[in-house]
Structure formats: structure tokens, C-alpha cells
């Protein structure tokens, strides 16, 4: 339902909630973001240079840190967040509307409780694995023992 609700905008849920953020915390760094939203910081850089490519999104560098970058959204990248903020809460509603109004805020409070009481747990991009990595190999060189 998300999907659809951003089709017209050419968006994905992660593009859309990067714009979400990066215009409520002008200037976050890319590692600062990766760790907010629970992703890959390679993740955020890939998303970024697509939304950058796009003019939605602008990066700067870091003064203090030239390596680190810092984000900023445009005001074409604003406009169609915004503009499109509608479509995503009406889909939001359409996927909670077989809960109640207190069951809908039960369940996100609880939501909420669970993420935040394992954010310590939290490894974005921590459960892929890399390409040609040893563990890779040898999982893939291990025979099978069907019961």
C-alpha cells in the first residue's frame, strides 16, 4: 500500500523516510542517519546519491570532519515529501483500519517499546554478508545432513 502511495512520486519507502529525516535533522551525517534508521550506512550512501542525482537531496561536507558528509534537503525534495505525506498516512490508516482507535495506539506504543528496547541490539547492514567472505565459502563447502 506504501508502494502505491509513493508510485506517482517515483519513491521507495527508504527514499521517502530519508527525506522525512534528513528535513527534520537539516545537516545529519550519513553515519548518524544509518544509525537512526537501523540501515546500512553503504545503504544511506546509495539512497543519497540517487536522491542527490534527482535534486531532492543535497550533501556538504563536514567542517570539522572532511570525510564525514552532512545532509540537506532541497526545497524541490521538501515539496515532494510533503506533497505526498497525505497518500502515505491514508495508506498507513488502511493497513491498521481492522484495529480499533485504542488498539492502533496500543499497538504502536508497544511497537515503539520493542524497537527501543533493542536498539542495542541494532547492527545496521550487520547480517549481510560480503561477497566471497570465508564464512560464505564455507557455509556453501559444508554438505548438507538431511534427517
Known amino acids: 500500500m506504501i508502494t502505491t502511495a509513493l508510485k506517482e512520486a517515483d519513491l521507495v519507502q527508504l527514499e521517502y523516510a530519508l527525506l522525512v529525516f534528513v528535513d527534520d535533522v537539516p545537516g545529519i551525517s550519513q553515519q548518524a542517519l544509518s544509525e537512526a534508521l537501523g540501515i546500512d550506512r553503504n545503504n544511506v550512501s546509495l539512497i543519497a546519491d540517487k536522491l542527490e542525482a534527482r535534486g531532492l537531496l543535497k550533501r556538504a561536507v563536514n567542517g570539522a570532519d572532511r570525510r564525514a558528509r552532512e545532509l540537506y534537503i532541497t526545497p524541490e525534495g521538501r515539496k515532494l515529501w510533503r506533497g505526498h505525506r497525505a497518500k502515505v ?27 527501543e528496547g533493542n536498539r542495542i541490539h541494532a547492527r545496521p547492514g550487520g547480517g549481510r554478508r560480503k561477497r566471497g567472505s570465508v564464512k560464505s565459502s564455507v557455509t556453501q563447502a559444508r554438505p548438507s545432513h538431511a534427517p
Open 89 to 115: 498516512r491514508h495508506a498507513n490508516d488502511r493497513i491498521l483500519s481492522t484495529l480499533t482507535s485504542d488498539e492502533k495506539e496500543q499497538f504502536l506504543d508497544l511497537l515503539v517499546r520493542v524497537v
